[in-house]
């Protein structure tokens, strides 16, 4: 059994839920634990570092100490707590200078950072350390013939955190193969869905929102997939907003790709969170239908 | 003596692990302008924020809304021929428009970005309920019903949280604070 510090965020709390459940779920089948971490706080989203770079890293690097405490590499399933998460470390591990200055403030807290553990965002538990071989293995219901938009969106790419393709990955289509889903190609793949713009500029994450969702629907989209709660938010409890704003009629469900994996998994719908979105995902469940019967 | 430090030197000093000055290295190809999702919503696109900061044209930049508009996408930074953390310099241009007050009153994200950071100052974690006020009221009475809609069908599915969450050890989180930013003691 793999073992990881599990840092859910505040979005997974109450507005993502169906998210944590369905990663819960999925995990434990896969032989994974998520250990929650015990006492952790916000990343910052994007807010703290409109206003000071170093809190906004030394409230990060809490999360990060707790998780060295506990000795284990630290999963987020949210994009931005991943992304905030991941450079935090980066930078610490690069600026000794920094680390110290964050290090006396822990102190307070009784905890300390030294940067011996590694950050991943919860899919690449899923891509890399479980790998697609075991993935399909444990599919009961393959999700044949559902067409699946795959949206990266932002941070779990960029900013670049190693090496890796940024400008044209395949690790979400491959996963989406692997459980037997048809993935689609859309240009919206990588494109931005607003993020905290859907509060801040409403005008223009509408307007972003409204790019995504027409450029998966001309492709046939029956259902997007994502692997952010934000990503999750603006894209579907603000589709009756673009439809009045645009004149359009979308009703494109959104899930997440845990969601999809437990479906394929043949895990009961209820218990991955689906039923609490405000877009109807009746077409998506008449695809497995045809499986064999829940455990 | 020493001399005042030009508004690019200024900005420069808060980009990040950042040597020397990356904005002088920029070559005006408008990669990040043609990439940039949010271009069309901005007074000035990010290409004419650089020439602009280059320029030592301090008033203007801090007039711009161009730095609220961006969605911290890093699209910019991850194509950039030269290296420029585009997107960190939006970060930075807003730390220093919120040092300075410099930012035009009809903007939400500097009254946003205040309000979470004090939410979560509070009590360790965001909550939604809370942020909401800090941009609800400058809604117009058609955009205040559009999101009072959409957060009750929310609400209907239980996808808003009723009671603030707040982290356990919040004494030792608030005194960590304190060492960072000493304002007012722990409490």
């Not at chain 1, 009961?140 to 990955?169: F, N, T, W």
């Not at chain 1, 994996?261 to 239908?289: H, Q």
């Not at chain 2, 903007?107 to 941009?135: D, H, Q």
Request: some cysteine; glycine content about 6%; overall charge negative.
């Amino acid at each position: 059994m793999k073992k990881y510090a599990y840092f859910p965020g505040c979005s997974l709390e109450k507005m993502a839920q169906s998210y944590h459940m369905s990663a819960m779920e999925t995990t434990r089948k896969l032989d994974i634990e998520l250990q929650e971490l015990d006492d952790w706080n916000c990343c910052g989203a994007t807010a703290y570092f409109h206003v000071d770079e170093i809190l906004a890293y030394t409230l990060t690097a809490r999360n990060l100490a707790m998780a060295e405490k506990a000795g284990l590499d630290l999963v987020a399933p949210c994009s931005a707590c991943y992304k905030n998460s991941y450079f935090t470390n980066k930078n610490l591990k690069q600026d000794p200078d920094l680390a110290d200055h964050i290090n006396y403030a822990l102190e307070e807290d009784n905890l300390s950072f030294s940067g011996s553990i590694a950050v991943h965002h919860l899919m690449e538990v899923y891509v890399h350390d479980v790998g697609l071989e075991e993935i399909k293995a444990k599919v009961s219901h393959p999700l044949k013939g559902l067409r699946v938009a795959p949206y990266y969106g932002c941070q779990i790419m960029r900013p670049r955190k190693d090496h890796e393709d940024i400008e044209s990955p395949q690790f979400f289509e491959d996963l989406l193969s692997a459980v037997g889903a048809e993935p689609i190609d859309y240009p919206g793949r990588l494109r931005c869905c607003g993020g905290s713009l859907i509060l801040t500029s409403r005008d223009a994450a509408l307007n972003m929102v409204y790019i995504l969702l027409q450029s998966a629907v001309d492709r046939g989209a029956t259902v997007i997939a994502t692997a952010c709660p934000l990503c999750q938010v603006n894209l579907e409890c603000y589709q009756q907003q673009v439809n009045q704003e645009y004149g359009t009629n979308f009703s494109v469900p959104v899930l997440y790709f845990t969601q999809l994996v437990g479906l394929a998994f043949g895990v009961p719908p209820k218990r991955l969170g689906i039923g609490r979105e405000l877009v109807s995902t009746e077409e998506v469940l008449s695809y497995i239908e045809e499986g064999e019967p829940y455990e | 003596m020493a001399t005042k430090p030009t508004f690019r030197q200024e900005i420069s000093n808060l980009l990040f692990a950042a040597h020397g000055e990356p904005l002088k290295t920029c070559i005006q190809c408008g990669t990040c302008s043609g990439t940039c999702p949010a271009v069309e919503f901005m007074d000035h696109t990010p290409r004419q924020l650089i020439a602009m900061i280059n320029a030592d044209l301090k008033d203007e930049v801090l007039a711009s809304n161009t730095f609220w508009y961006c969605a911290s996408c890093f699209h910019c930074t991850a194509r950039c021929p030269r290296d420029i953390d585009i997107a960190e310099l939006m970060y930075a241009v807003k730390r220093y428009s919120i040092w300075h007050k410099t930012y035009p009153e009809d903007l939400i994200g500097p009254v946003f970005s205040g309000a979470f950071v004090k939410t979560i100052i509070r009590s360790g974690r965001s909550y939604e309920p809370v942020l909401a006020t800090s941009y609800i009221f400058s809604f117009g009475p058609r955009e205040f019903l559009k999101e009072a809609t959409t957060a009750t069908s929310m609400m209907v599915k239980g996808r808003i949280p009723v009671i603030p969450p707040r982290i356990k050890r919040l004494d030792n989180f608030k005194r960590v604070i304190g060492r960072i930013v000493p304002v007012g003691g722990p409490k």
